[in-house]
């Protein structure tokens, strides 16, 4: 499974930015779970948000709820993340992954067996 992302950039606060994740090679199964990353300078890589490709259930972190969405096109090869509302503390590099179940937890990284290159996110 490779996965890329792309959509990141530079952008003032309050503004918004959509990141997508194209995925290829994937084993043709019921449901995966795919989620975004990110990690900042200086900190750990945490979990943003996931959902089940079945439509079944999508996740948030309590920073980004309200703010972000995550989303797949109806092909389910590609992944989104439409970021509003941005801040400063949103300032990572956001990496998406795959996964067959979120388990044992959608926001933690050893779910997760395929990761893409990340893409930077600034926010000023």
């Known amino acids: 499974v490779q996965l890329v992302e792309s959509g990141g950039g530079s952008v003032q606060a309050g503004g918004s930015l959509r990141l997508s994740c194209t995925t290829s090679g994937n084993r043709r199964r019921s449901s995966n779970c795919m989620g975004w990353f990110r990690q900042a300078p200086g900190k750990g890589r945490e979990g943003v948000a996931a959902l089940y490709t079945d439509g079944s259930a999508t996740y948030y972190a309590d920073s980004v709820k309200e703010r972000f969405t995550i989303s797949q096109d109806n092909a389910k090869t590609t992944l989104y993340l439409q970021m509003n509302s941005l801040k400063p503390e949103d300032t990572a590099v956001y990496y998406c992954?795959?996964?067959?179940?979120?388990?044992?937890?959608?926001?933690?990284?050893?779910?997760?067996?395929?990761w893409g290159q990340g893409t930077q996110v600034t926010v000023s």
């Open positions: 992954a795959a996964s067959i179940p979120c388990l044992p937890s959608w926001n933690e990284t050893r779910t997760y067996n395929y």
